[in-house]
């Protein structure tokens, strides 16, 4: 069965720092895709970042990178010097070969000035 | 483009009661599906199709119908709307193939009383 799990309900990070914020997923699927989206307060669903299964670098966009460790089935997002605007829900993602995306429960992200 | 459109953006529905929300999407995507979200369990998926007259239950399909006559539309139906049922509804579409991210439409706030 599919599965993501996000094991942290809340984070909280200062300002300029960088956080991780944690996803391990669960498939049998030799190829899937990885996805990070941002729900900031309003609602939206914002797309951040992808990795796909067979990818042999890390993806990166911006301040954003994502630690892909295949063996240990785990796709961090990591989110370098935090700003304000970065506050809001992350939510991690999987989508295998013509299947369905399900995303993992999510973390709130807060960043202290 | 207009992306993923949503509609309605609120509703409010007694017990028993049934009703539509539409989805429309105008990026020839093969893949569009349905989330409810509810608070600490972030987005659960209720139906996908990955094309035309192609559908399939998620992981709470139960009280939920979808069809897919053409690419454009994936209307989901509520047969006989429930408090439980309480919740915000996002809509999604991509393409099957390929790393590429899910479009979300603005979500549903729906409330059953």
């Known amino acids: 069965a599919q599965k993501i799990t996000q094991t942290q309900p809340g984070m909280f990070v200062q300002e300029k720092e960088a956080v991780t914020l944690d996803c391990t997923y669960d498939?049998?699927?030799?190829?899937?895709?990885l996805f990070w989206y941002k729900q900031p307060s309003s609602g939206e669903m914002i797309f951040l970042i992808y990795?796909?299964?067979?990818?042999?670098q890390n993806a990166t966009e911006g301040r954003y990178s994502l630690n892909f460790q295949k063996a240990r089935k785990s796709a961090n997002l990591v989110i370098s010097a935090s700003q304000l605007g970065d506050s809001a829900m992350y939510f991690c993602?999987?989508?295998?070969?013509?299947?369905?995306?399900?995303f993992g429960p999510g973390t709130s992200l807060s960043v202290i000035p | 483009n207009a992306g993923v459109t949503q509609t309605p953006k609120f509703q409010v529905l007694k017990t028993g009661q049934s009703m539509t929300l539409q989805c429309a999407q105008d990026?020839?995507?093969?893949?569009m599906s349905w989330y409810r979200q509810d608070p600490g369990m972030g987005l659960r998926l209720i139906h996908y199709?990955?094309?035309?007259?192609?559908?399939d239950q998620g992981e709470v399909p139960n009280g939920y119908n979808v069809s897919r006559s053409t690419t454009e539309d994936f209307p989901l139906r509520l047969l006989s709307a429930a408090p439980s049922q309480t919740s915000v509804y996002f809509c999604?579409?991509?393409?099957?193939?390929?790393?590429?991210?899910?479009?979300f439409g603005q979500g549903t706030r729906l409330t059953v009383v």
């Open positions: 999604a579409s991509s393409y099957v193939r390929g790393g590429t991210e899910a479009f």
């Open positions: 498939t049998s699927d030799p190829s899937y895709g």
């Open positions: 990795q796909g299964s067979y990818d042999q």
């Open positions: 993602a999987m989508k295998t070969s013509y299947d369905k995306v399900i």
């Open positions: 990026m020839n995507h093969e893949y």
């Open positions: 199709s990955v094309g035309a007259g192609i559908t």
